[in-house]
């Protein structure tokens, strides 16, 4: 009896293996078709970008020298490439480039409105203390100040040394409002604003 369980057992075991080993071989044919298929799709792919590739070099590039554009101004890299579109600032808004350089009298009156900020709003938050604001705004108006008085002092052969002297001026008031000094940033502020006045009277 006792022989008759094991060779039962034995046969059982035996079907059992040979079961597992049909299923890896079903899994093992599955993975190498799904391989198949993905280098087939793979290989025409690039037999159709082969034969693509001759006409695409047929178009060809074109070129443009901006180098005497760089030279009399900036491009606007973010604007939308429209022939009909100049390259000065926007009438219906502000300039997306606000550093762009402008014509002469564009520039001036850009300069003019940022020397209105030193008399005006960061006079006014320098006189009440208020000097988180006094630096925004004195920065503010710096953005663009230092970049027109220097082209406007360049191309109009202004007073270079006057523009200088300015600049320091405005470093000094700077130094005073970050140190919460009342007494230095306030005399600064209206010196800065005379100064800008007097280098923009010319234009």
Same mark, same amino acid.
């Given at each position: 009896?006792? *022989?008759?369980?094991?060779?039962?057992?034995?046969?059982? =075991?035996?079907? %059992?293996?040979?079961? %597992?080993?049909?299923?890896? +071989?079903? =899994?093992? +044919?599955? $993975?190498?078709?799904?391989?198949?298929? %993905?280098?087939?799709?793979? =290989? @025409?792919?690039? =037999?159709? $970008?082969?034969? @693509?590739?001759? $006409?695409? @070099?047929?178009?060809?590039?074109e070129l443009t020298d901006k180098r005497a554009e760089n030279v009399g101004g900036l491009q606007l890299i973010y604007e939308a490439r429209d022939l009909n579109i100049n390259e000065s600032t926007r009438g219906d808004g502000a300039s997306r480039f606000a550093l762009q350089k402008l014509s002469t009298e564009q520039? *001036?009156? !850009?300069?003019?409105? *940022?020397?209105? !900020?030193?008399?005006?709003? +960061?006079?006014?938050? +320098?006189?009440? %203390?208020?000097?988180?604001q006094a630096g925004n705004a004195l920065r503010r108006a710096v953005y663009t100040l230092r970049f027109d008085v220097n082209n406007l002092v360049a191309e109009k052969g202004g007073d270079a040394d006057a523009a200088k002297d300015l600049f320091k001026t405005i470093e000094s008031l700077d130094f005073a409002i970050r140190s919460k000094d009342l007494d230095t940033a306030s005399p600064l502020a209206a010196a800065a604003a005379s100064k800008a006045d007097a280098i923009l009277a010319a234009f």
């Open positions: 009896m006792s *022989a008759l369980t094991s060779s039962f057992t034995a046969n059982l =075991v035996s079907v %059992k293996s040979a079961a %597992k080993k049909s299923q890896k +071989v079903v =899994v093992g +044919v599955h $993975a190498s078709n799904e391989f198949a298929k %993905k280098s087939i799709s793979f =290989v @025409a792919a690039s =037999v159709i $970008a082969l034969q @693509a590739s001759p $006409a695409l @070099a047929m178009n060809a590039i520039t *001036a009156a !850009r300069a003019k409105e *940022a020397t209105a !900020r030193l008399s005006g709003e +960061v006079s006014e938050y +320098v006189n009440k %203390k208020y000097w988180t």
